[in-house]
């Protein structure tokens, strides 16, 4: 593979990440893979590129240890890394040269590998210079918030611990997140590789006497690195007698505050600063030392507890989330939470025999086997391989469009664009931001949501016609939609969600519109029911009314249809309200007390003129089958009695009735 390593520092500078990127450069290098560096130095216009390693120009800040601030774009570097043909990006810093590699990677389609090496939240102190509360917690968010954004484009995320894991998760930050310990070359630090005479020089360098011991720090002269708390500790062993030196390997902002802080509590002849020195040289000061200490809590592995541990040197250090499995009290280091029990602690060490202290140090090697750079660089290779190929059949989302809550969704992958659209809530749900990276899989999903999103705007087009019960819409998307019934389930979720389907406030509107065409309670309990409302709500709907409101309608109904029905005896007339109230659905009971509030007196008044009207057309229907008079009035008379005519009026009326056949006959 050929890949690109970006980072804010690189050699000739030394901490912990130049340690790690390169031990995994000489590692994987060692493997076949062809390693390119992109890092910066101070310079205000120069871009330099030898020996694959590409420096950008950038302002130092003092203030903080040499760091070289650089801008997010340069044209000339891009060109640069666009010719080294890169496999993959692998980005060591948030800001800086590390931006640059987002941004190089989204030009350039290649897939991103994220290493987090700093707990940023625990430097606030270098932006609070206040010490306000208020631009602790704004900084903190600002670093969660950058944190989240800039592993949204990665495809992998590598933490050196579980304590940077979980805090990575505590961000929120939705990839993948691998612990990968920051190997290490651990034959580097064989005490039997040091020149003896260089030993006794550094020892020197601290007047220790040749039965006195020298405690180590290598690291950062800053604040997060709490060495004044050691500091405070030896102030304890001074007092307490111990023929112990303190040797402080490293420069930063707080060398001047530190310095006077010793000369101000007499500790000259205890504490020594011995500044920066390069990374070929540090070896030796671990192997001229007797024991390590650190009371730093802000390390993300901890590669100096590593290195002092590979030196064969027992380490002190306060409890930390990192450091477990790494140091065990009394086998291979001690733990203090004051500085004076780190006094006591180092009392102890010193009143131990002489062969159970060479067995700590033979402890301590023992520990470090699993940082050895080997397996490092064959782990970092795993998540590489991992990277691209997720890359390769993943999804950039390149835009998102949100409208009248459909969102449309624009990505592309090394190949093609696509385009699908969802609902805006499931986009949110989603978090799909520009940027982002889905999988194909994921992208397949995405394809299933646009079904929804389709289903949703018919079922919105739909009920902007009339308004429709949750079991219509349902029937509606399984005739006219190939969503499965979990999809549907889905678009009538959102609807009942929005407030467009609500089955309770279309009851009661139904009811209320059904009564103003004095429907009875039965046939709108039917007519609801047909269309799938739940017997409860139908309740609900009708549970402030009252039986005299039923009879009300009822009575207005039935005389409103009683003038619509004519040429029938009063009979008949009453029949056939009393079946139109049943048929509208008042029950039977309340049909019965609604008749008896009609009037007909005008039916009576026109009963002998419906009857003498009926008679007639009885007589012109039956004739052709009757030529007998006599038959015939009798059939007549049949006829009449079934319309419900009185039999004295039928008698009557067929009896005065001049027949067609006894017309002809007369004649």
């Known amino acids: 593979m050929r890949i690109g390593m970006f980072a804010d520092s690189y050699l000739p500078d030394i901490n912990g990440v130049v340690t790690s990127i390169v031990t995994l450069k000489r590692a994987l290098e060692n493997d076949g893979h062809d390693v390119f560096i992109i890092t910066t130095h101070p310079s205000l216009i120069h871009t330099s590129y030898e020996d694959r390693i590409l420096r950008l120009p950038g302002i130092e800040v003092k203030q903080m240890y040499g760091y070289v601030a650089t801008a997010p774009l340069h044209v000339k570097a891009y060109s640069i890394v666009k010719e080294m043909k890169l496999d993959i990006i692998h980005v060591h810093t948030e800001f800086g040269a590390g931006i640059f590699g987002h941004f190089c990677g989204k030009m350039l389609k290649l897939p991103i590998v994220s290493t987090y090496h700093t707990t940023y939240e625990d430097y606030t102190h270098y932006v609070n210079v206040f010490n306000s509360k208020t631009v602790d917690v704004i900084a903190k968010k600002t670093i969660e918030r950058i944190s989240r954004l800039y592993g949204a484009s990665c495809e992998a995320i590598i933490a050196p611990s579980q304590k940077t894991k979980d805090m990575l998760l505590r961000y929120n ?35 220790a006497k040749q039965n006195d011991k020298v405690i180590l720090f290598v690291g950062r002269i800053a604040k997060e690195k709490s060495i004044d708390f050691v500091i405070d500790g030896f102030r304890h062993i001074k007092e307490r007698g111990l023929p112990v030196k303190f040797l402080i390997v490293g420069g930063g902002p707080e060398m001047d505050t530190l310095v006077e802080k010793v000369e101000f509590m007499n500790l000259k002849d205890t504490v020594v600063f011995v500044g920066k020195k390069p990374a070929e040289q540090v070896p030796a000061f671990y192997h001229a030392s007797d024991a390590f200490v650190s009371a730093s809590l802000t390390e993300t592995q901890g590669m100096t507890y590593i290195e002092a541990l590979a030196s064969q040197l027992p380490v002190f250090a306060r409890p930390d989330d990192v450091l477990t499995g790494l140091i065990e009290e009394g086998k291979n280091g001690y733990f203090f939470r004051s500085p004076q029990e780190f006094a006591q602690r180092v009392d102890e060490w010193l009143s131990i025999e002489e062969d159970r202290r060479l067995q700590m140090r033979l402890d301590a090697r023992k520990q470090v086997d699993v940082y050895d750079m080997r397996s490092f660089s064959k782990a970092i290779a795993a998540v590489y391989k991992m990277a691209i190929e997720r890359y390769t059949n993943t999804y950039r989302i390149e835009s998102v469009m949100i409208k009248d809550e459909i969102a449309e969704v624009s990505a592309s992958n090394r190949t093609d664009k696509f385009t699908v659209m969802m609902l805006s809530d499931v986009c949110l749900t989603r978090e799909l931001v520009k940027g982002k990276m889905v999988s194909e899989k994921t992208w397949e999903d995405y394809r299933d949501d646009e079904k929804v999103a389709k289903a949703y705007q018919a079922a919105i087009r739909k009920l902007a016609v009339k308004d429709r019960t949750k079991r219509e819409i349902t029937d509606f998307l399984n005739e006219n939609t190939d969503c499965t019934i979990v999809q549907i389930n889905a678009v009538i979720g959102h609807l009942l969600q929005r407030g467009y389907l609500d089955d309770l406030r279309y009851t009661h509107s139904m009811v209320l519109n059904l009564r103003s065409l004095l429907m009875g309670k039965n046939r709108i309990i039917k007519t609801l029911k047909e269309k799938g409302i739940e017997e409860s709500l139908i309740n609900e709907a009708f549970s402030s009314e009252s039986q005299d409101n039923e009879l009300n309608l009822a009575i207005r109904w039935a005389e409103k249809i009683q003038p619509t029905i004519g040429g029938r005896s009063l009979m008949a007339k009453k029949q056939k309200i009393r079946q139109k109230l049943l048929l509208q659905g008042y029950e039977s009971t309340i049909a019965d007390q609604a008749m008896t509030f009609l009037s007909f007196e005008n039916e009576l008044v026109q009963e002998k003129q419906n009857l003498f009207k009926a008679a007639l057309k009885a007589a012109n229907r039956l004739s052709r089958k009757f030529t007998n008079q006599k038959e015939l009035r009798m059939a007549i008379k049949k006829a009449l009695a079934t319309q419900g005519f009185k039999f004295s009026d039928i008698n009557e009326v067929v009896e005065e009735m001049e027949l067609e056949n006894e017309s002809k006959n007369s004649e």
């Open 173 to 207: 930050i939705q990839r993948p997140i691998f612990i990968v310990p920051t190997g290490l070359d651990l034959e580097r630090f064989d005490p039997h590789l040091s020149d003896p005479e260089r030993l006794k020089e550094i020892r020197d360098l601290t007047n």
